[in-house]
């Protein structure tokens, strides 16, 4: 095939890019030999000329159709290159967020950085025991491949996980181990799996970092080894480490940490335990805070801590040894704190007294001035003389830190000792899996010596991977028989020949190492003289002579020489060692026992500065340690590599290389970049390439033929498809070289499964345009006839139209005319009419107002005439009074001023000198003068003074009346104004209102004219309202309707609330159920693993069963309080005990329970030995006083006597009474006697209470005499007990009166307990009977209200409906009241018949009591002897039938023939269904006619003992779990049915009521039986589940059963299951088969129809959730044809439903998330619209399941589309507001809460006949 057949226009090819390294282009124009340059359109639309390398002329590379796209193995590609690579693996991550993705055999797996929901127990449930092939790609499949070939082919496996810093190696190994423990369980109870889970928090705390790249970087690489046994359960493990980072301890760069462990102490220093370390902040230690980043986002170290130590409690590692740990680890962060200062030059001093020093000694239990010594100085030794040497602060400073590693290396190494300690068992280990979690390439931009090593670890890893891939590659070409030339690939060994080879770099490193004077500097130019001219992959840089640099298989690296001998020495202070192996501290001294005594190679280490000269002589010994030399680091490494990589041989290998997305820890970031280095460097790459040289394309014959059908002619198909195969493919590729045929499958290089489907998708074009051709003419054809048609008939219906309505305008034209004459007329006619109303209206008003106009007028002159006479005199008065009142106040005034005057004048003369002299003058002899005449003037003012105060008086009256008037008259006179402003108005108004009647008779002209406006307006209006009315009508029409519909909405809404309330009732019940059943099964899984270690101590010897298994059986069993052991079923299988499946036992927890069980033999025999003893003394007391009893006894015996007698009496009496009932009965039955309020009816009842009465007070007259007998022999035990023979017999006359006193008290007791009882008993007859009268009424009201609602209702219906209603009415009220009185007659016959049966036993019991008395030999203990049961136990009647009686010797003979040796397939086919049950239960009727509790409860514990027993030995055979659940099922509904229960035997005839239980209440063990069938029915599912499931996946989802709809994909190494049927797969068809199978089966069982409706929802809900979860994990199936088939599938399903008449039992529903899946597969995925349909449609499946599925989408043809990543986000949006779980699987485990209808038989017990095939002839018909 030519390159210009390929590189055609529109071919699409990767170009190299700078950023993005590959980017896709598009050919513009087709490619020709010889042209130099492709012209190119790239994804933006930018048109390039590449330019092809003119020497080699390589074309770029093509690039794989999109149906390739996203493929889940990189080998099914078909073009195999880097580009196509790194985009598959893109569009995965970034599009599909799909994290693994296989290439070929190694598991690619990059790093989400966000925790996905991939992991859980539903996951691992669906990756275990499927193919790898058969789901996508993922951890657990790896995990799965690696279990499953161990079993398989008794091969230790390994999981070798390897990748950068940061891409998840951790995670994904600790998934891998989580895996084993979940599928795999453990081989003993000491939970194994659980600790080497936890082994993984502890080792992240010690061996884990913050680093740049990862926040749980493993600074180590493991080698966990998980052990199995030989059936494959985890029995131990075992972990190696390798390579420590131990410089990390002392130094940590920027943005980095220590290990874990260092900051979960400091962040948990305040607890109480944590004080004595004397810890704070990590910012607070030098070893701690040089990163700059003591805290991780997200991660508590707290918490954290709480983790590590649980862990170590899990693991065995007590309280002490974790204090000591934490000590040490204290101790080293103290010792980093410790401050080396300079002395001078050549020494340093550590200051006295340290802090941090001092805490050191007091953690480690050292001295403080040793560890100051040693810190600062070193010994040196010759061969004659010892030296002690001050240290420079620097060497000092580095021997801290160097004694600081080997500390936490020393620590490491002994707590993964002791982990491995508690993961190893006793158990002989049969094979194991290991698991590799190793350190990646790494290339930095200083590499030192652990680059290195890690480098030199993935060189060997390379090589052992490249090796493998090489062998499965040929190995598949032998298989195939096709011819191969060897592969070439490259090649490591001359790298590794480089590394360890003798005079390699390691070697010259060892070397220079043992130099006294050795460096780096020399090391260095060692390499550049031995391999720089010899080894092309080793080079030396250009600027630099202490480097050099090695081609790697993946890079080339530089590495720094500088402290690689440092490093590989490992050097530390012999001295320093030998202080901590002095310590006091019992763990330190425990890591350093095995510490060599020489530190160092050479014993010494060359340094600077001035020697201290000790004269001291060395010791032999110390001369002797000298000359040993340990093994440096990288000579450790090397034979620990060479270890694991012998174990790697000689296993098989299983890769996963996980890759890093992006440096800065984005979740689902795709940085091309990074990911190519990191694929070149973990051999991805590789792995394509190699699988690229050869045949990468591989086909099977069926697939070729059913892909490339269309590319065939029909004469081409022959009946030999690998002969068709052969000519179409010569015919297709003329190169042969291209292809070969091999056995099963066809080989294709790469490239011609593109070219292939190339081929396939012209043809298929070609022919779709065919199609279409000749679809869209038959369509348009089809649209211009159907046009032409409408076109015809519209043009007939046109003109008839017209003509029609040309018709009826003429018509209405004529008529129109008519009208208008006579609507004139009238309108003319009536406005005329109007106008004169109107006039004479008119006229009437203006008159009538000129009128009243003038007589008002007339009116107010007369009365303003008056106004004017009266005011003018009142104004006269006013005037006067005014005039006088005006004197009167001038007169005063005047007078007032007059008398002031004189006043005045005289007080001037009173007051002058010449007065006073004047006056002075005959003052003596006037004096009595003056006296005299003051007397009088003092009488006269007296005098004076009374008038002044009348007048006063009267002044001041006349004042208050003439204001009084005052007021008056000025209120007059403001009613004068008034009046007067009221005229002026009234004036003002007259002239105003003749202007008005002046402006009215102006205005009366246009009156006329405003008043035919007016009229006109109105009519306007009125045309208005009438428009407006009829708006109004129709939007009250509206609104009527709104309401209508609202109120049916909300009609509508409300029954919608309460459906969804029931549905969420019946949900909690269901829930409720589950729940219940559920800790049902857990409850009886544990006592079937209690009744399985009984069995292993029982059995004697150990039969295992080599081979593959997977899971544990969970076989349960239904034990509850009821159930009760079955000793002799136990004796009898004890004969066949070589026939069960056994287990093995502990031999010494055997022997310990053999040597307690002789213990309970002894103490057993002592106890008997005893009771003997008490017998004889009692014996012995019993014959002393027999006497003193018959006297007593005497008593008694008449005492029975009366009371019989009075028994006898009232049975007589009862008798009569029963008599007289039948006559009441009898004597009128055309009367309604039975009727409620009948005479007889009232005798009948009254009879009845007083007999209930009576037997009532009989009873405890009985209970009363039994319990005297009963504290009589009581009281005798007593004495018996607690007195002995000889004391009995000195103090019997003393205990006799206080017997007697206290047998006196007792029965008093019991007299008034039972008088209480029955006090009680006739209080709640009478409450019960109140409130039976109670509901009577409130029916009678009822019933009243009813017949007046139905009165009414014939009310109002005609004649006849009346008459036919009431009718109606009253033959159903007949019809009632006659079911009413044949229940009641009913209950009063079994009434009668339980009384007639209790006077039977009555009256018998009272015959053998009388009997007893006049044999007088029954001792006072025996007569008690016989158990009390407080009811009824009658015995049947002569004519009583449907029992079988047996002995009690044939139980187990009955229980044996019926139950453990029962062949269902012969019951099931010729007897009766469900005869086993009858059988039992027929059994179980005679036992409680017998009244025989020890009967009763013995064949109930053995038939439930039994079915268990059967059950647990053939519980995988379908046939008889389905036989004992239908018999268990019909048991449970005989013993409901035949209770007495008025619930249960409404359905029973006459005859089935009389064969009712009568003794016993066997509720109690119905729920003991009802529980029983939940384990069955449980069992049962767990049965056909096993059958179903593996037919399943293939039925429904692989197997094509519309053929051709869904084309066969390329597929890579991981070859899935076929979806063409070939012999033995199973189809559609083997699941219907299956289905009807199950279903015939059930149903000749005899299975309750609504049982066989919850077993067929429950085996549709496994189809459902199996295939779906299928679906959800796998790519391939996820494509619009799939759905197609899986809606075949579904359909065909409901048919089956259909056909069985099964549609109502819900089991469609299951199967609406799987429909649900098949439509969102087929409906269109691009718009919004699409988006909402979506949403709306797929109700049923979760936002998990639709996004997965929407993700999983893939064409497989190129005329479909990729969900696009928009529309994807888009669905989420919608679907962020549910309220659902996020699980992402069904739950296959989940099973319905079963429940059992009541589902009464027909069958009566009589006629059931049992074949002698049962072998139960010892069983009597009763």
């Avoid at 026939?1139 to 103490?1163: H, N």
């Avoid at 509720?1563 to 593996?1590: F, G, H, T, W």
């Amino acid at each position: 095939m030519a390159a210009s057949e390929l590189y055609t226009k529109c071919a699409r090819v990767w170009i190299p890019d700078v950023e993005e390294v590959w980017k896709s282009a598009e050919l513009i124009k087709d490619y020709k030999n010889g042209d130099a340059s492709l012209q190119l359109m790239l994804e933006d639309g930018t048109n390039i000329d590449h330019k092809l390398d003119p020497k080699t002329k390589n074309l770029p590379y093509l690039r794989n159709p999109d149906i390739l796209v996203g493929e889940n193995d990189l080998t099914a590609l078909s073009y195999l290159h880097e580009p196509a690579v790194l985009h598959n693996l893109k569009v995965r991550f970034i599009d599909s967020k799909l994290i693994y993705t296989y290439c070929g055999i190694v598991l690619v797996a990059i790093n989400p950085y966000e925790t996905l929901p991939i992991y859980g127990t539903d996951i691992i449930n669906a990756y275990s025991g499927q193919n790898m092939g058969d789901m996508d790609p993922h951890i657990f499949a790896v995990a799965e491949e690696a279990y499953k070939q161990m079993a398989r082919d008794e091969r230790n496996q390994s999981i070798i996980v390897s990748g950068e810093s940061g891409a998840g190696k951790t995670v994904s190994a600790k998934y891998a181990m989580r895996y084993f423990a979940t599928v795999s369980g453990s081989a003993s109870e000491a939970n194994v799996e659980e600790k080497v889970l936890a082994s993984n928090p502890i080792m992240e705390a010690i061996g884990n970092a913050k680093t740049t790249r990862n926040d749980n970087s493993s600074r180590f690489g493991k080698y966990i080894e998980i052990g199995f046994d030989t059936r494959f359960r985890i029995i131990g493990a075992n972990m190696r480490t390798y390579l420590l980072e131990k410089s990390r301890v002392v130094f940590q760069a920027d943005e980095e940490r220590n290990y874990h462990i260092f900051y979960q102490l400091c962040a948990s220093s305040h607890l109480p335990e944590f004080k004595n370390l004397k810890l704070s902040s990590a910012n607070d230690f030098l070893y701690t805070r040089q990163g700059r980043s003591p805290v991780i986002d997200g991660v508590d170290d707290t918490k954290e801590l709480c983790s590590t130590r649980n862990a170590f409690s899990l693991l065995g590692i007590n309280e002490s040894y974790q204090k000591g740990l934490f000590q040490v680890l204290a101790a080293i962060l103290h010792l980093g704190n410790v401050e080396i200062k300079d002395r001078d030059s050549d020494s340093s001093i550590i200051p006295p007294n340290n802090r941090h020093l001092t805490a050191f000694c007091e953690l480690v239990g050292v001295t403080y001035q040793d560890m100051s010594q040693w810190l600062c100085h070193r010994k040196l030794k010759t061969a004659t003389e010892t030296y002690i040497k001050p240290l420079p602060r620097l060497q000092a400073t580095n021997a801290r830190d160097a004694l600081s590693k080997h500390i936490y290396a020393k620590l490491f190494n002994w707590i993964v000792e002791h982990v491995n300690k508690a993961l190893i068992t006793n158990v002989k280990q049969h094979s194991f899996i290991g698991v590799l979690d190793i350190y990646g390439f790494e290339t930095f931009e200083i590499n030192s010596f652990e680059q290195f090593c890690i480098n030199y670890a993935n060189e060997k890893l390379q090589q052992q991977f490249n090796m493998h891939v090489f062998k499965l590659e040929q190995e598949e070409y032998m298989k195939e028989q096709i011819p191969w030339t060897l592969i070439d690939f490259y090649d490591n060994q001359p790298c590794i020949n480089l590394i360890e080879a003798k005079m390699g770099i390691l070697d010259l490193l060892d070397e220079e190492c043992r130099m006294p004077r050795g460096s780096d500097d020399s090391w260095a130019q060692k390499l550049y003289n031995t391999h720089l001219k010899t080894c092309s992959l080793f080079e030396k840089p250009r600027m630099s002579n202490r480097a050099f640099i090695i081609q790697h298989f993946a890079d080339k690296v530089e590495y720094q020489c500088d402290g690689f001998l440092e490093k590989n020495k490992d050097t530390v202070n012999e001295e320093q060692i030998n202080v901590l192996k002095a310590s006091k501290f019992d763990l330190l001294v425990e890591l350093f026992q095995d510490e060599e005594k020489a530190t160092s190679p050479t014993g010494q280490v060359p340094g600077t500065g001035g020697r201290t000269r000790l004269s001291v002589k060395p010791e032999k010994s110390r001369e002797t340690s000298s000359r040993e030399h340990k093994k440096t680091v990288g000579c450790q490494f090397r034979n620990s590599l060479q270890m694991l990589m012998d174990t790697l041989n000689a296993t098989t290998p299983h890769y996963v290389r996980c890759i890093k997305p992006n440096d800065f820890k984005l979740a689902f970031s795709f940085d091309p970049k990074r990911a190519v280095q990191q694929l070149r460097a973990c051999g991805v790459l590789e792995t394509i390439r190699i699988s690229a040289a050869g045949f990468p394309s591989r086909w099977t014959y069926q697939e070729f033929f059913s892909r490339y059908r269309v590319l065939m002619k029909q004469k081409d198909v022959l009946p030999d498809k690998k002969l068709t195969c052969r000519n179409v493919l010569e015919k297709l590729v003329q190169d042969q070289d291209k292809y070969q045929f091999g056995k099963t499958k066809i080989f294709f290089r790469a490239g011609q499964v593109a070219y292939l489907e190339k081929l396939r998708a012209d043809k298929l074009r070609a022919a779709c345009i065919r199609i279409q051709k000749t679809i869209r003419c038959w369509l348009a054809r089809k649209k211009y006839l159907r046009k032409r048609n409408a076109a015809i008939t519209i043009q007939r219906f046109t003109r008839g139209y017209q003509a029609r309505c040309l018709a009826k305008f003429l018509r209405r034209t004529q008529a129109a005319t008519i009208i208008q004459k006579y609507q004139r007329m009238c309108v003319e006619k009536k406005r005329y009419r109007q106008k004169q109303a109107a006039a004479l209206a008119m006229q009437t008003i203006l008159r009538a107002y000129m009128a009243r106009q003038k007589y008002q007028a007339l009116l107010r002159e007369h009365k303003a005439v008056i106004i004017q006479k009266h005011v003018r005199g009142w104004l006269a008065r006013c005037w006067y009074k005014r005039c006088l009142v005006s004197l009167v106040y001038l007169q005063c005034c005047f007078r007032r001023m007059k008398a002031r005057r004189e006043l005045k004048k005289l007080k001037i003369e009173a007051r002058s000198v010449e007065h006073f002299k004047k006056l002075n003058k005959g003052m003596e002899n006037k004096i009595m003068q003056l006296q005299r005449k003051i007397d009088e003037q003092n009488k006269d003012n007296r005098l004076i003074s009374d008038r002044l105060a009348g007048l006063e008086t009267s002044y001041t009256a006349e004042s208050e009346r003439m204001r009084g008037e005052l007021g008056r008259l000025r209120g007059v006179e403001e009613d004068a104004k008034n009046k007067g402003n009221q005229v002026n108005s009234l004036l003002e108004e007259l002239e105003k209102l003749r202007k008005e009647l002046s402006a009215t008779q102006q205005e009366k002209k246009t009156i006329e004219d405003w008043a035919q406006t007016y009229r006109d307006e109105m009519e306007k209006m009125v045309s208005e309202l009438k428009d407006q009315n009829g708006s109004l009508k129709k939007e009250k029409d509206d609104l009527n309707r709104s309401i209508q519909e609202q109120s049916q909405q909300m009609t509508e809404k409300m029954a919608r609330l309460i459906a969804e309330e029931t549905q969420q009732l019946e949900t909690d019940l269901n829930e409720e159920r589950s729940r219940y059943q559920n800790l049902l099964t857990e409850h009886l899984r544990l006592e079937e693993k209690y009744d399985d270690l009984k069995e292993e101590m029982a059995l004697s010897s150990n039969v295992s069963k080599p081979g593959h298994r997977r899971t544990d059986s969970t076989h349960s069993s239904n034990e509850s309080e009821y159930t009760y052991n079955s000793e002799y079923a136990e004796l009898e299988e004890g004969s066949r005990a070589a026939e069960d499946v056994t287990r093995g036992i502990d031999t010494p927890l055997t022997l310990k329970l053999q040597k307690r069980l002789t213990e309970l033999e002894q103490e057993k025999q002592s106890l008997r030995n005893e009771l003997e003893n008490k017998e004889e003394q009692f014996q012995r007391a019993r014959a002393r006083d027999d006497a003193e009893f018959k006297k007593a006894r005497g008593a008694e015996l008449e005492y029975e006597s009366l009371k019989r007698q009075e028994l006898e009496s009232e049975n007589k009496k009862l008798r009569h009474d029963l008599a007289e009932m039948r006559q009441s009965l009898l004597g009128h039955p055309a009367t309604g006697a039975g009727a409620p309020g009948s005479p007889a009816y009232k005798v009948l009842l009254d009879q009845l209470n007083a007999s209930c009465e009576e037997l009532e007070v009989r009873k405890e007259e009985v209970l009363i005499l039994r319990s005297q007998l009963v504290s009589q022999k009581e009281a005798m035990q007593h004495k018996e007990t607690m007195t002995e023979p000889s004391v009995y017999v000195e103090d019997v006359s003393k205990l006799k009166d206080a017997d007697e006193i206290k047998q006196a008290y007792i029965g008093l007791k019991d007299t008034n307990r039972l008088l209480e009882h029955q006090l009680q008993t006739q209080r709640r007859s009478y409450d019960n009977e109140v409130e039976a009268l109670r509901g009577e009424l409130q029916n009678v009201k009822e019933e009243n209200n009813r017949q007046q609602q139905l009165l009414a209702q014939n009310l109002q219906l005609p004649p006849e409906a009346r008459i036919e209603a009431s009718l109606q009415h009253e033959i159903t009220r007949l019809t009632n009241e006659n079911l009413d009185l044949m229940e009641q007659l009913e209950k009063q016959d079994r009434t009668i018949r339980k009384l007639k049966k209790q006077l039977k036993v009555y009256s018998k019991r009272i015959g053998e009591m009388g009997a007893g008395q006049a044999e007088g030999q029954t001792s006072p203990g025996q007569m008690v002897d016989e158990p009390i049961h407080p009811v009824n136990i009658p015995r049947r009647e002569k004519d009583f039938q449907g029992m079988l009686e047996y002995k009690k010797e044939d139980e187990l003979k009955l229980v044996k023939n019926l139950i453990l040796e029962l062949k269902p397939r012969g019951v099931a086919v010729n007897l009766i269904p469900g005869l086993p049950a009858y059988i039992l239960f027929m059994c179980l009727r005679h036992a409680d006619y017998l009244n025989d509790d020890q009967k009763v409860r013995t064949l109930l514990t053995s038939t439930i003992n039994s079915i268990k027993k059967i059950l647990k030995k053939r519980g995988d055979d379908f046939e008889t779990v389905s036989f004992w659940l239908s018999n268990t099922c019909r048991f449970l509904h005989c013993l409901k049915q035949y209770s007495g229960d008025p619930a249960f035997m409404k359905h029973n005839s006459q005859r089935q009521n009389e064969h009712s239980l009568s003794n016993f209440d066997l509720a109690e063990y119905r729920q003991v039986i009802s529980d029983l069938a939940i384990q069955i029915y449980q069992q049962l599912i767990k049965c056909m589940e096993n059958i179903l499931q593996p037919m399943i996946v293939s039925g429904m989802l692989e197997h094509e059963t519309i053929q051709g709809v869904s084309g066969v994909k390329p597929t890579g190494l991981r070859k899935r299951t076929s979806s063409i049927a070939d012999e033995g797969t199973d189809t559609l068809d083997s699941i219907l088969r299956q289905l009807s199978a199950f279903h015939s089966t059930m149903c000749q069982h005899g299975t309750d129809p609504e049982l066989i409706k919850q077993v067929v929802k429950q085996q549709f809900y496994i189809i459902g959730a199996v295939t779906l979860n299928n679906l959800l994990l796998r790519k391939d199936m996820c494509s619009w044809s799939k759905g197609m088939q899986i809606r075949y599938n579904v359909s065909q399903l409901e048919e089956w439903l259909r056909d069985k008449g099964l549609m109502t039992c819900g089991a469609k529903e299951t199967l609406e998330p799987l429909i649900q899946a098949a439509q969102l597969l087929q409906v269109k995925k691009k718009t919004d619209e699409d988006a909402e349909a979506i949403c709306s449609m797929c109700l049923a499946l979760t936002t998990a399941q639709i996004v997965k599925v929407l993700n999983l989408y893939t064409p497989v043809n190129e005329f479909e589309e990729r969900v696009s990543v928009a529309f994807i986000r888009t669905i989420q949006t919608r679907l962020r507001d549910r309220c659902e779980t996020p699980q992402l699987l069904m739950d296959t485990k989940m099973i319905y809460p079963v429940t059992f209808p009541f589902n009464p038989s027909s069958l009566a017990l009589e006629t059931i006949q049992i074949p002698t095939s049962l072998n139960l002839g010892f069983l009597t018909r009763v």
